[in-house]
């Protein structure tokens, strides 16, 4: 964005400097001077910051070079023009000078948004190591969750206290994203508070845990927030609404009107965003987490800044859609359907699935919208353009893989090119926080935390499920195999879901559907947070010749009906088949071990849908407490992802285990000084 303001900033300069007339060329080069001077503060302005400051710390170093570089170039314009005309040198100065705060907050943002700062100043804070608010507890008894007797789907918690929960969660969980560890106290106090409340609550709490994480890494919420920061926010924008008014009270007869138009809106724009960005800051969770942690309620102002506050508890109280299952439009589920405004997540599971790339097509999103028709359409209408967009990269990335086929290049898939998103639904969740929460009830010991981190799907697995003829299908996981678990794991899925008949609701099925399209879009669409768990490279081959196979084998199908195509692979795979699939041996490739644990599970019934929700379940927690908490939070600025959240629900219920400190580390204080 302030790449685009810059360049079309200089494209007026440009333009004017070509068509200005000769008499008034002095007074348009003061004026594209004042211009010049919106560079430093659009590139300052915005309150986002790169995500690539979190890995790369030379970074903030490099943007105060350039920062300082073009203050410096500024100021050598200004000198050039101004001796020889004065009318614009306050109004340009009170920009310069609004701008150059800009950027310099985002400078200062920058260096402490660095992972090495944020590590430092973790391991140094007191008071995230000794910070242990038992008043969370006593909330939820006041609020009805004593008893622990609730509906999993109820939301009883306003807002307010969410995001005063969240922030208090906020500052001990911290740790986690430098890969430092919490004390005993903190993870007892986490573990009884996320075991009273519901499903929904837990959900409501960790994403508003993640959202601050998200605005102190990716956004300027460290030095925006800072009280100097107020004093230099009124500095600037005192100094844009001078500058309109200087600029106001001078005789513009000798300016070009485009020009003066051009100005105006750059002025009125800039004290629009300032403006913009203030009631930001007012309303934002920071602001309510400060009113409801710093007000005690007893004298007049508590008591308005704690209403204040709870009017906003309405506008982002949970809100919920129901979306029907396709094809079987009887069975229905809800799901989170925050307003756009209010949304902190994208509330959304990317979805990528093999065979869908085989077919060249988008993957099948599990449920569909149950709104208006004219909703539909308009929502439709406003796609259009993206649609075409897409169809537009598509045809480029179909020629460029055709290039490399005639240059006899071997393909990989770096990146699933069809990608869809399925709605975020309550009962997903709710299956995945019980699943932890019954882990939790065992993680007393160190033993079984540590096979909850290093183990695989199989510990989540019922025991009459793990038969013997399945016995080589849960086999450990690591990082050497983990990719061909998820790919192997991910066809059995697929064969199974198009070609068994569903009569009526079978959630564990839509789930492992879900999980199943989810852990494949992470594999080969977030390689940078997938490489803790598994050997990426090595991943994406394997995707592609299985990408090869399952082309070679439906080349042809006309219809390109994926039910029919997987029923007459399955047939061909079947006892009466032999071992060979399609002239290729089966039991060496990774699309023929699919298809081999998709025969096995033929004898379970409907109880396969038990054992594959099981296996995907254990594969997600696997991934999401050995991937480093770096990786989980760089994400954050592309909308979230749903691994993010199993990752800190599993931090929430005690569900970590480091070898160094074990389950929790009690003597910061002393590894501090070590430190030193």
Known sequence: MADSVAAFTVGLISHNQGNSSAHVAEVDEGLQAFWSSFLLLHLGGPDTITAFSLEDSSLWPRHLLSFVFQVYTAIYVFLRIFPN??????????????????????????????FPRIRESTLLDKEIRMAVDSQLLEELNVLGYEHGSFDEESAKLDESIVVKHAYSFFQIFRVFIVDL?????????????????????????????????????????????????????????????????????????????????????????????????????????????????????????????????????????????????????????????????????????????????????????ICKCNQFRGIVVFKNICSFPFQMVGKIISCVYEAVRMVDRFCGKRSMIANAQYVSKNPFINKLWIFLFNKVKEKSRNADIPETVSQIVKASGNVFLP????????????????????????????????????????????????????????????????????????TVGIAQKKSADTLRELRHLIVSDETKDLERICKKLYNRVGPRAGAVLGGINHSESALGKGFDMALRMEDLGKMKWNFLSGQWFGMLQYAAVNIKGEAHVQVLSKGGELLAFVWLLMAHFGCFYKPEWGMYYEFWDEWGKLLD
Not at 85 to 113: C, D, H, M
Request: hydrophobic share 45%; aromatic share 10%; proline share 2%.
């Open 181 to 365: 560890i919490f004390t005993k106290q903190q993870r007892e106090m986490s573990r009884k508070y996320f075991a009273k409340v519901s499903a929904m609550d837990a959900l409501r709490v960790i994403s508003v845990e993640l959202d601050f994480i998200y605005e102190k890494l990716h956004t300027k919420a460290l030095t925006i927030r800072h009280k100097w920061s107020y004093i230099f926010r009124i500095i600037t924008c005192t100094s844009i609404a001078v500058a309109l008014g200087e600029f106001n009270r001078l005789k513009k007869y000798q300016l070009l009107e485009l020009d003066v138009k051009i100005t105006h809106i750059l002025l009125f724009g800039g004290i629009i965003l300032d403006g913009i960005a203030l009631l930001m800051l007012v309303f934002s969770d920071w602001t309510v987490a400060g009113v409801k942690h710093n007000t005690t309620g007893f004298s007049k102002l508590d008591s308005f800044l704690n209403k204040l506050v709870s009017t906003t508890d309405y506008l982002r109280k949970p809100r919920y859609a129901t979306w029907e299952v396709e094809p079987n439009t009887n069975v229905s589920y809800k799901v989170i359907d925050t307003p756009l405004i209010f949304r902190r997540w994208s509330e959304s599971i990317s979805a990528c699935n093999l065979f869908s790339e085989a077919l060249r097509k988008n993957p099948r999103k």
């Open 85 to 114: 005309n004065k009318s614009l040198v306050i109004p340009t100065i009170l920009v310069f000078l609004a701008g150059v705060i800009k950027i310099a907050e985002r400078t200062l943002a920058l260096y402490l948004s660095s």
């Open 463 to 534: 025991a009459r499920l793990l038969t013997s003829n399945l016995s080589e299908i849960s086999e450990h996981i690591n990082k050497a195999n983990f990719h061909i678990h998820i790919i192997r794991a991910h066809i059995a899925t697929e064969i199974w879901y198009n070609i068994e008949i569903c009569i009526g609701r079978n959630d564990e099925r839509e789930f492992s559907k879900i999980l199943s399209d989810y852990m494949l879009y992470l594999l080969l669409n977030q390689p940078n947070v997938m490489s803790a768990v598994a």
